[in-house]
Each structure stands twice: as structure tokens, then as C-alpha cells.
């Protein structure tokens, strides 16, 4: 009993995204799918069970009501004005059990409640538990900001979060990233995005694609890049997004 209930644990941490949203260092990801594999292999062959496939068990069930998944997201504002540019950002995740594209439409008001700005973007292939960071960059100053979302269920690309890894190291103004696939097939157009804090306020945001000459990151391949801040930060947040075509 107590090694089925592993079983369960392990393949929460590996398979359901609930503590991957953003990736896991590589060391602690490989030492738990070496525990998870051996557990549920034993398993298996006690009891003789058929394992099924995870896109299989993760198929959601049920008529897609937008508005209810809607209200399944958790959304974090920011707002940045680092002196030469405005930014704000919409940290989402994703608590549904379907994997979603995701728009955002955003409107900017002056303080004197003018409109002063619209943007509007978009992420696909957001797996159920993980998190983005959508952001827009206004043309001028604002007081305040106004969101809305519109979600689908993706019918074109699947997620690939639970398939990557990553290792982050701090150096001068930068963070030092590496993402591996440890899946069984290509991840495509992967990006990191990083929001760096100073105690609780966002000073900069920084991104970049970790993809091959073939905009993918092969199995068992791992690409190393830079993610700068010239501002003083004590902490930083990733994002991994990445995709693969769902036919």
C-alpha cells in the first residue's frame, strides 16, 4: 500500500504538472522518475496492469464551458516602468483540466480616467497546471489597467512543460539557464521568460527562445542561454512555454 501511494505521489509531481508549472532543476526531476519508473514498474507487474498512455489518462471529459474554465485561472498583475518603457504584465495559471490558448485584451487609462491604450496577446498550448506570463507593452504612462480573457480549448498543439527541465544559475546581471527534454519527442518553439523582483516589485523581464536551427529542442538535448538584468534583483521567476503539434 504504502509503495502504491508513492506511485500516486511521484506520478502527481511527474505527470499532472503540479510541481512543474515552471520546471524543476534537472538533479531533482531525474531522481524522481528513476523512483517513479521503478515503483510503477513493480506495480505493474504485480498486478498486471495495462498502463495506458498519459495523453489517454489526461483526455478531460466533458463539454468545454469558457466561461467556467475562465473562472478556474488564478491571475497575478504587474506593472513595470523601468524609466524608457512601460510594461504590464498578467502571470496566469492554469488550473483547468484542459490545455488552453489563452488571448488577453487590455485597455490603459491616465489618471484623469482617459483611455490612453490598447494591446492584446496570446499564448498557446498552456497545459493544465502551468503558468505564462503574458506581457504588453503600452505606449505611454498609465494609472490603471483592465483586462480580458478569452480561453479555448487547444485543438492544435499540446503542451510540452511536463516534458522540460531546467537549471538556472546567477552570475553579473544575468541568469544562466539550461533547459533539457527529457521526453520522448521534439519540443517546439521552447521560451524562458524571466521576471525579476526586487523584494516584491518586478525591475525587469527578459525572454528568449531555446530551440535548434529546427525552432525545437531534441529529446535528451539541453540548451544553455543568458537572461540579463542590469537592475539590482533578489529574486527572479521563470516561465517555460513550448509546444507540439496535436496532429
Not at 76 to 101: A, M, Q, R
Not at 202 to 222: A, H, I, M, N, Q
Request: aromatic share 14%.
Amino acid at each position: 500500500m504504502k509503495k502504491f501511494l508513492l506511485v500516486a505521489l511521484l506520478a502527481s509531481m511527474l505527470t499532472g504538472c503540479v510541481t512543474v508549472t515552471e520546471g524543476v532543476p534537472q538533479e531533482e526531476y531525474d531522481a524522481l522518475l528513476e523512483k517513479y519508473e521503478a515503483v510503477v514498474a513493480e506495480r505493474d507487474a504485480l498486478l498486471g496492469v495495462e498502463t495506458t498512455s498519459e495523453t489517454e489518462q489526461k483526455k478531460p471529459t466533458g463539454a468545454f464551458d469558457e466561461e467556467k474554465v475562465i473562472s478556474q485561472l488564478d491571475v497575478t498583475e504587474y506593472s513595470l516602468n523601468d524609466g524608457y518603457w512601460y510594461y504590464h504584465f498578467l502571470v496566469i495559471k492554469n488550473n483547468s483540466e484542459y490545455t488552453l490558448e489563452i488571448s488577453a485584451d487590455t485597455k490603459y487609462y491616465d489618471a484623469s480616467g482617459v483611455l490612453v491604450g490598447a494591446k492584446s496577446n496570446e499564448e498557446y498550448a498552456v497545459g493544465s497546471g502551468s503558468e505564462i506570463c503574458l506581457y504588453f507593452m503600452p505606449d505611454e504612462e498609465y494609472a490603471t489597467a483592465e483586462y480580458e480573457l478569452s480561453v479555448k480549448e487547444d485543438e492544435w498543439y499540446e503542451s510540452v512543460v511536463c516534458d522540460l527541465a531546467y537549471e538556472s544559475v546567477s552570475a553579473k546581471e544575468k541568469e544562466i539557464v539550461s533547459v533539457t527534454n527529457n521526453g520522448s519527442e521534439a519540443a517546439e518553439f521552447v521560451v524562458v521568460g524571466a521576471l525579476f523582483f526586487n523584494g516584491d516589485k518586478p525591475v525587469s523581464y527578459e525572454w528568449t527562445y531555446f530551440t535548434d536551427d529546427d525552432s525545437e529542442l531534441k529529446p535528451g538535448e539541453t540548451i544553455t542561454e543568458e537572461l540579463d538584468c542590469y537592475e539590482d534583483y533578489t529574486s527572479v521567476r521563470f516561465f517555460i512555454t513550448g509546444r507540439r503539434d496535436n496532429w
